[in-house]
């Protein structure tokens, strides 16, 4: 089995670690992995703010980037939503791109799901005396359908305390240009999330998005009450090399 993997943006340029910790991973279970230099940004950015031409441009190019591959594995929910859902509504007036980006919408899965779902894992074989609370993106919960699996690999961890965030389908706040156009909500409803991380006495938050961890992780950092944020994939990885 072979897969591509999709970075995004964040994870390419400020947290790389996440997406080896993927690779990592997926070839510990035998699953080829390439990553297809032609990828870039996914055009959610020009998407959310109206400049559908420009979106195309980025769409058409991640198309083609990723048209040979079998499966697409992706680092974030709203990006990899990006090119599930939303590049079909780009083209679907287009005789020759709409098909294109229908046959790229089945390949994409985040990471968890294509473990749980694809794989059939959920416990990779790590061990890690930690306690943790675990973030689910919107766009991964409710763009993807993604709800149970991370929370599925997680609990498989052994030695693994988990304790589940209070009001854990809310919004962080972050949601791209959201945060942005609306940054005063935004801000409270960031601090009502680090709130609800703080009731769960975590060691560690984990997430499947990361740039609602860097949201999230800016707000604890702005409270005075820092915490280490991970990826799934880094938790992971982490609880196969770990001596804890």
Aim: hydrophobic share 40%; net charge negative; proline share 4%.
């Amino acid at each position: 089995m072979k897969v591509s993997l999709f970075a995004t943006c964040i994870t390419d340029m400020f947290y790389p670690d996440a997406g080896k910790a993927a690779v990592n991973l997926l070839r510990k279970f035998g699953v080829e992995v390439d990553f297809p230099q032609g990828q870039t940004c996914c055009g959610q950015p020009s998407y959310n703010s109206g400049y559908m031409e420009e979106t195309r441009k980025a769409a058409k190019q991640m198309i083609k980037a990723f048209e040979h591959s079998e499966y697409i594995i992706g680092m974030s929910g709203s990006c990899s939503a990006m090119l599930k859902k939303h590049y079909i509504e780009l083209f679907e007036e287009d005789p020759i791109w709409y098909p294109k980006a229908l046959e790229l919408s089945k390949k994409v899965y985040e990471f968890s799901q294509f473990f749980v779902d694809v794989l059939g894992i959920t416990d990779v074989g790590a061990q890690l005396n930690k306690k943790v609370t675990l973030h689910i993106a919107c766009h991964t919960r409710r763009g993807l359908g993604v709800i149970d699996q991370p929370e599925q690999m997680l609990k498989a961890v052994k030695g693994l305390d988990f304790v589940e965030l209070p009001n854990a389908h809310d919004c962080c706040g972050f949601g791209g240009t959201f945060s942005i156009k609306n940054a005063e909500i935004s801000e409270e409803m960031v601090q009502e999330k680090t709130e609800h991380i703080e009731e769960t006495a975590a060691e560690i938050l984990v997430g499947t998005d990361m740039a609602c961890l860097m949201n999230i992780g800016g707000r604890l950092r702005h409270n005075g009450q820092p915490l280490p944020m991970m990826h799934i994939a880094e938790l992971l990885e982490k609880g196969l090399t770990s001596d804890e």
